[in-house]
């Protein structure tokens, strides 16, 4: 074993091991040590600085000026020495320093005639590199220099704190992410497991009780249908709460009829009620009957506060009401209420049933069951709209839930032109895509009851085929199948059959995103399982009573670019003409960048676009490039990223021409 030519520091395993914790070694540069190096050769008026590390052989420079090399052997280096000590060493002139005056970098190679250097040193006491200041002349350092410089090397060190946290840092997110993706995915695949045969259970229970029974079978079935909407509501509150964990729950945003949603949340919630309690809907004359926000999430809260008003009510009211607060150019206001004379809460209680996986008492989930996670969910489904729910309550004596929402008034809303009723029993002829036996035969019945007639494909393959050999009128499509998925299927339908079939979705996923992703993929319906036949129906109405052929066309709102360009038409053709012209190339440039994974570039495009969307009051597509935006920042591109500038594409094509005709 060779004895080095060097010498060593009394700790030099630990201070190893100490270097090696920092990552530093062999890392590209930095502009901050590069900062770092030139404030030094400033300050003390030299050609060459530097700040290195040195490990078992060698000195590594991090940051250099005026030496051009990456590392020297660590027997050559002044610093071998410089590590040695706690404090700055100074030589002033090598030539008259026994040591060095024969150091070949004195003789020859850098020609040192002065050095001055400062140990790096750890919190916990090591010596891990150097900061230097050379010179070809001799010379000697002020106090003011020597200050700056211990200034400096702890500046350096700062920095590297700092660094290896945020690799730590980094490093950990990276873990939770990764952590993130595997919670959802186990989640999403958890839904599709448990909502596959529950479907069947509640599919098949409905069936039956539209049967023949007796009174005892009767209470039964009404009993199996309440723990199957209980577990139901389990499942999807979970699912919800994963969604909100990790920023992915949304705020859609359609034109919806406000009446008819309250109306259906009523007749949903009224066949739970007590037979001791009246249950009421009072709406507001003034109330609008169209707006345009999230109908979906507002049914989600609503049933979930009467609900529980029901389940904490035996005998009084339970009363739902709704009011119109203000009014704007293009805004309402609406305060939603949902009263009972239940059980009250305890007012120390009022903040804590708003915290996940808590309840007023601790006997209320053993009495009346529940997650604990609806009013959590309810409280942050408000919030994601800029608002919050409040509650007023008395033990004993009931409570009140309340908030305001504020909906976006709606200029136009489309209706259907026909009803089911118009089709003749058994007129229409519907293809099922569907690989699992038991939603097979639940389908078939369902569908028969409304008398149609349905063929049945285990696979997309085969749907394909009997598509080719028959005719159909719509087609029922399971998401998940072997050989072609419902994905697939539907893409091959649209652009190599170029059908334009109506084909309703049919899923036990819950994906954030799945069921804009169906509708981009070219369906024209969403139905999650478990279903109700009512929904199925509804949704098959829904269908079924269009043109399926005519594409919807967008409304474009230019009622900011009047507000910016009063009684200047050419301004306003002008912004209209720059939309045309740079949008869709935008867009393109935007993809390429999602390819590339080039996050500054998808930062920078996003960022732009979004500005031009929101002057033509494009908030949908603009909440996309939000999205998107946030995706690049975080380094954390997703395939729904890739099916938004699918979208994003399709959109604005659709824009420009109907921009081009406004002309």
């Not at 309550?393 to 209706?415: D, P």
Request: glycine share 4%; proline share 3%; charged share 25%.
């Amino acid at each position: 074993m060779n004895t080095p030519q060097y010498p060593i520091p009394n700790n030099e395993l630990e201070r190893l091991a100490a270097l090696k914790r920092y990552n530093i070694l062999d890392t590209l540069p930095e502009n901050a040590f590069d900062d770092a190096t030139k404030l030094v050769s400033y300050i003390c008026a030299v050609p060459i600085a530097h700040i290195s590390f040195i490990d078992g052989n060698r000195q590594w420079f991090k940051s250099e000026i005026g030496i051009g090399v990456t590392e020297v052997p660590r027997e050559i280096s002044f610093c071998q020495y410089t590590i040695l000590e706690s404090e700055m060493v100074e030589i002033g002139d090598t030539h008259l320093n026994e040591r060095f005056k024969n150091d070949p970098n004195v003789t020859g190679g850098f020609k040192i005639r002065f050095y001055a250097g400062i140990p790096l040193t750890t919190p916990d006491g090591y010596n891990i590199g150097t900061i230097c200041a050379i010179d070809h002349v001799s010379k000697e350092l002020n106090e003011n220099q020597k200050n700056a410089l211990s200034i400096i090397a702890r500046h350096v060190m700062n920095l590297l704190e700092l660094r290896t946290k945020n690799i730590e840092l980094a490093a950990q997110k990276k873990i939770a992410q990764r952590a993130v993706l595997a919670k959802d995915s186990f989640l999403a695949n958890m839904s599709h497991e448990i909502r596959t045969p529950l479907n069947a259970i509640i599919g098949f229970t409905d069936l039956l009780a539209q049967t023949n029974l007796n009174a005892d079978q009767r209470d039964y079935i009404d009993s199996v249908q309440i723990a199957q909407e209980n577990l139901l509501l389990i499942v999807n509150d979970i699912l919800d709460l994963s969604k909100i964990e990790s920023g992915n729950l949304t705020i859609d945003t359609h034109p919806f009829n406000l009446k008819n949603t309250l109306k259906h949340v009523y007749d949903l919630l009224k066949v739970k009620v007590p037979q001791n309690v009246e249950f009421n809907l009072f709406l507001d004359a003034d109330m609008p009957e169209n707006v345009i926000g999230d109908q979906g999430r507002l049914n989600q809260i609503l049933v979930n506060l009467a609900g529980n008003a029901i389940k904490f009510t035996e005998d009084g009211e339970i009363t739902i009401s709704v009011k119109k607060t203000a009014e704007t150019e293009d805004h309402y206001s609406l305060r939603f209420s949902v009263k009972d004379t239940g059980i009250g809460i305890r007012e120390d209680k009022l903040t804590a049933i708003f915290e996940r996986f808590t309840q007023a008492e601790e006997s209320t989930t053993r009495k009346f069951g529940g997650t604990g996670l609806g009013l959590n969910i309810v409280k942050q489904l408000i919030e994601l709209q800029n608002s919050e729910i409040q509650v007023k309550s008395k033990e004993g004596r009931g409570s009140e839930f309340f908030f305001t929402l504020t909906y976006k008034k709606a200029q136009y809303i489309e209706t259907t032109a026909k009803t089911i009723s118009e089709y003749n029993p058994g007129s229409l002829k519907i293809l099922l895509c569907e690989d699992n036996a038991l939603n097979q035969k639940l389908v078939k019945n369902v569908i028969h009851n409304f008398g149609f007639e349905l063929d049945i494909a285990e696979n997309g393959k085969i749907g394909i085929d009997f598509l080719l050999q028959n005719k159909y009128d719509l087609i029922l499509m399971d998401l998940q199948m072997p050989v072609k998925d419902g994905y697939q299927t539907t893409n091959y339908i649209r652009n190599e059959l170029h059908s334009n079939i109506p084909i309703i979705a049919m899923t036990a996923h819950s994906l954030v995103g799945e069921q804009e992703r169906c509708y981009k993929e070219g369906m024209n319906g969403y139905v999650p399982k478990p279903f109700k036949q009512e929904i199925l129906l509804e949704a098959i109405k829904t269908v079924m009573s269009k043109d399926i052929t005519l594409i919807k066309k967008r409304k474009i709102d230019l009622s900011f670019l009047d507000q910016v360009s009063p009684g200047d038409p050419k301004f306003k053709q002008d912004m209209i003409d720059l939309f045309i012209e740079k949008i869709p190339g935008e867009v393109m440039q935007l993809n390429e960048a999602v390819s590339n994974n080039d996050y500054d570039a998808i930062m920078r495009l996003s960022h732009n676009m979004k500005s031009s969307l929101d002057i033509f009051m494009l908030n949908d597509l603009s909440n996309y490039l939000s999205i998107i935006e946030k995706e690049a920042k975080e380094e954390q591109l997703t395939r729904d990223t890739t099916d938004k500038i699918k979208t994003l594409h399709s959109e604005t094509i659709e824009i420009v021409k109907i921009l081009k005709e406004m002309r």
